[in-house]
């Protein structure tokens, strides 16, 4: 039940980002939970989001936390082209250290989203802890 709600989490995320992409949106607000925030803060870190704000709401007698971010764009054009969902629950692809280091010479300047023992990370970073993981997502 736990992997549905990761992955869900973060396809939620990777649609709004590709949502906000295609509609040229200078700010989206989404539901935060952890593996929103994981997700969010790699795109941050990689250079993909401009920022983001996190802050909530009282909606009845609860108070729902959102995260509100803007993506990277120079002269009206986005940093990148799009951010493709990977792995389903249905469908899981992992790649070993060694398979990693082959499918890097073939990805130019995309970058893989690697869910590993360390967390979220890019395939740059499973490459230096000699480590593989499941593939989350491609950035183009």
């Known amino acids: 039940m736990s992997s549905t709600i990761?992955?869900?989490?973060?396809?939620?995320?990777?649609?709004?980002?590709?949502?906000?992409?295609?509609s040229k949106c200078p700010q989206t607000t989404i539901i935060h939970t952890k593996n929103t925030h994981k997700v969010i803060y790699l795109l941050y870190k990689l250079g993909c989001i401009n920022n983001f704000v996190l802050h909530s709401k009282v909606k009845g007698r609860r108070l729902q936390k959102y995260v509100t971010f803007s993506i990277f764009f120079f002269k009206n054009t986005p940093f990148f082209k799009s951010l493709r969902l990977v792995s389903s629950p249905s469908k899981k692809h992992t790649v070993t250290y060694s398979g990693l280091r082959i499918i890097q010479q073939s990805l130019g300047a995309s970058v893989l989203l690697i869910s590993s023992v360390h967390g979220l990370i890019t395939h740059e970073k499973a490459l230096k802890l000699k480590i593989g993981g499941l593939i989350v997502a491609v950035l183009n």
């Not at 649609?15 to 906000?20: A, F, K, M, Q, T």
């Open 6 to 22: 990761y992955y869900n989490a973060i396809s939620y995320t990777i649609n709004h980002v590709n949502l906000s992409l295609g």
